[in-house]
């Protein structure tokens, strides 16, 4: 059932103008066309892929068989519901739409001629804007976002934005893209291809290999009990090798960096804490102060987010405060906390016993947006600890998971709760004085054969701090 009437909401910082609609019937099918519908849908079901097919593009050649001159002003961070038929013979047509903003005009194919987010054709030379279009098909809502070149994308940030106040896509149990049990993997592609397309928090776990060795640094990178990969180990060196290779390339960015010690070994975590002091947070590239940073202090490093507890020495640096951003006291399965260290609010809740609570854990996902996006954050570096405890990061997992149900791995429940949230992002047009961020959006499986949807939606949601002037 697709909704009658053509809604769109503008997430941009700046007013646009719906000034015509053309629609297409759409392409009679047949012949080889029809095949490779047959053959992508056996696909799918062999590969567990759930998105739909892509729409085909609107040619050139193309006579549209209705146009309507229309002028319908969407304000900035508002939604506006027009008396726009959805289709007019078929829900299979497709139609362009021409938006005006600043006096150029733009257009986008809707739905989407791709099975991902499109960006919208400038009409004129030498555009003043970049606009994204995410059609939700069954809503007949269209979402437009700014822009953002995803591999530079806090570029267009001010550097006395607190790193807190951004809306970021992470990704849970980052590295876990190789061949691997279902349960297990977690992500469609790799830590260097997550990071070209705009992630910018990574979920680690490892397991220090030789613990009682101070000489020795190397960390296995592990999911829960298991190894990330069936074919031998992986370690967090060659992860941070191109973790650092991608700042140099992208000195604009960071990326924050949440470890956690888990795996089958003896070590403890304060064998882990010792290990990364000694090995690897050195020369300045890493942010290992314990509170939260600007984005101008954190560009080009890594951001220790961590989640195991600290020997000694560690607990004195700093004047006594510690050392990294403190997430060790963290609630387990929890749909809303806060860690004790008062840096972190978070929702956690992963146990999917039945396919059905998948209901349950959107929305989870979707009351931590709304509680993130509900803070109006300052701008300026904060003082101290103590200071940044009044705007903490909102982390929110997207992951779910129940190793003894298949419909309930990863990449099943991701399946689910992913477009969900897109649709939640696109469509959520609570307006209030906050500042509309996500918080720390911690996601399974995107990527898949290219869709960025998410992602860039949420990076698309930064643009009401570029709006704000104090």
């Given at each position: 059932?697709?909704?009658?009437?053509?809604?769109?909401?503008?997430?941009?910082?700046?007013?646009?103008?719906?000034?015509?609609?053309?629609?297409?019937?759409?392409?009679?099918?047949?012949?080889?066309?029809?095949?490779?519908?047959?053959?992508?849908?056996?696909?799918?079901?062999?590969?567990?892929?759930?998105?739909?097919?892509?729409?085909?593009?609107?040619?050139?050649?193309?006579?549209?068989?209705?146009?309507?001159?229309?002028?319908?002003?969407?304000?900035?961070?508002?939604?506006?519901?027009?008396?726009?038929?959805?289709?007019?013979?078929?829900?299979?047509?497709?139609?362009?739409?021409?938006?005006?903003?600043?006096?150029?005009?733009?257009?986008?194919?809707?739905?989407?001629?791709?099975?991902?987010?499109?960006?919208?054709?400038?009409?004129?030379?030498?555009?003043?804007?970049?606009?994204?279009?995410?059609?939700?098909?069954?809503?007949?809502?269209?979402?437009?976002?700014?822009?953002?070149?995803?591999?530079?994308?806090?570029?267009?940030?001010?550097?006395?934005?607190?790193?807190?106040?951004?809306?970021?896509?992470?990704?849970?149990?980052?590295?876990?893209?190789?061949?691997?049990?279902?349960?297990?993997?977690?992500?469609?592609?790799?830590?260097?291809?997550?990071?070209?397309?705009?992630?910018?928090?990574?979920?680690?776990?490892?397991?220090?290999?030789?613990?009682?060795?101070?000489?020795?640094?190397?960390?296995?990178?592990?999911?829960?009990?298991?190894?990330?990969?069936?074919?031998?180990?992986?370690?967090?060196?060659?992860?941070?090798?191109e973790i650092e290779g991608f700042l140099d390339r992208n000195p604009s960015e960071t990326l924050i960096v949440s470890l956690k010690r888990e795996g089958t070994g003896n070590a403890t975590d304060e064998q882990l804490a010792r290990i990364?002091?000694?090995?690897?947070?050195?020369?300045?590239?890493?942010?290992?102060?314990?509170?939260?940073?600007?984005?101008?202090?954190?560009?080009?490093?890594?951001?220790?987010?961590?989640?195991?507890?600290?020997?000694?020495?560690?607990?004195?640096?700093?004047?006594?405060?510690?050392?990294?951003?403190?997430?060790?006291?963290?609630?387990?399965?929890?749909?809303?906390?806060?860690?004790?260290?008062?840096?972190?609010?978070?929702?956690?809740?992963?146990?999917?016993?039945?396919?059905?609570?998948?209901e349950k854990k959107i929305k989870y996902v979707c009351e931590q947006i709304d509680r993130a996006g509900c803070c109006r954050y300052p701008f300026g570096v904060q003082p101290d600890l103590r200071a940044t405890k009044a705007f903490p990061?909102?982390?929110?997992?997207?992951?779910?998971?129940?190793?003894?149900?298949?419909?309930?791995?990863?990449?099943?429940?991701?399946?689910?709760?992913?477009?969900?949230?897109?649709?939640?992002?696109?469509?959520?047009?609570?307006?209030?004085?906050?500042?509309?961020?996500?918080?720390?959006?911690?996601?399974?499986?995107?990527?898949?054969?290219?869709?960025?949807?998410l992602v860039r939606s949420i990076v698309g949601m930064n643009a009401k701090l570029r709006l704000r002037k104090e």
């Open positions: 059932m697709v909704a009658e009437h053509l809604s769109i909401r503008n997430n941009t910082s700046t007013s646009i103008v719906l000034k015509r609609i053309e629609r297409f019937r759409a392409p009679e099918k047949g012949g080889f066309s029809a095949f490779s519908t047959v053959a992508r849908n056996f696909t799918q079901v062999l590969t567990n892929q759930t998105r739909n097919d892509a729409v085909s593009c609107i040619e050139q050649d193309s006579h549209h068989f209705e146009e309507k001159n229309v002028d319908i002003r969407i304000e900035p961070f508002t939604t506006k519901k027009t008396d726009l038929r959805s289709f007019i013979e078929s829900d299979k047509e497709r139609t362009r739409l021409i938006f005006e903003a600043e006096g150029q005009k733009y257009q986008i194919q809707v739905p989407v001629p791709t099975a991902e987010s499109a960006s919208m054709k400038a009409l004129s030379d030498k555009p003043k804007h970049r606009f994204t279009g995410i059609y939700i098909t069954p809503e007949s809502f269209l979402a437009i976002f700014s822009s953002s070149n995803l591999n530079a994308w806090m570029r267009e940030l001010r550097d006395d934005t607190l790193l807190s106040a951004l809306s970021i896509p992470g990704t849970h149990n980052s590295p876990t893209c190789h061949i691997a049990p279902p349960s297990v993997r977690c992500q469609a592609v790799s830590p260097k291809e997550q990071l070209e397309n705009g992630v910018r928090f990574f979920d680690i776990r490892v397991q220090p290999q030789y613990p009682e060795d101070p000489a020795r640094d190397e960390l296995v990178l592990v999911h829960s009990a298991f190894p990330i990969s069936l074919t031998g180990n992986k370690y967090f060196r060659d992860l941070l090798r990364l002091h000694d090995h690897y947070a050195k020369g300045g590239r890493w942010w290992v102060r314990p509170k939260i940073p600007t984005l101008g202090e954190a560009r080009g490093k890594v951001v220790l987010m961590r989640r195991f507890n600290l020997n000694q020495k560690l607990k004195g640096e700093h004047g006594g405060t510690g050392w990294g951003i403190d997430a060790a006291a963290w609630e387990d399965n929890t749909p809303h906390a806060k860690c004790a260290s008062g840096l972190l609010c978070i929702q956690d809740f992963y146990e999917v016993l039945e396919s059905m609570n998948i990061f909102y982390v929110n997992f997207l992951s779910a998971s129940n190793f003894w149900k298949t419909d309930t791995w990863p990449e099943k429940v991701a399946a689910k709760v992913n477009p969900a949230i897109v649709d939640y992002i696109c469509r959520r047009g609570k307006e209030h004085d906050g500042d509309c961020s996500t918080g720390i959006l911690v996601t399974d499986w995107v990527g898949l054969d290219g869709d960025w949807d």
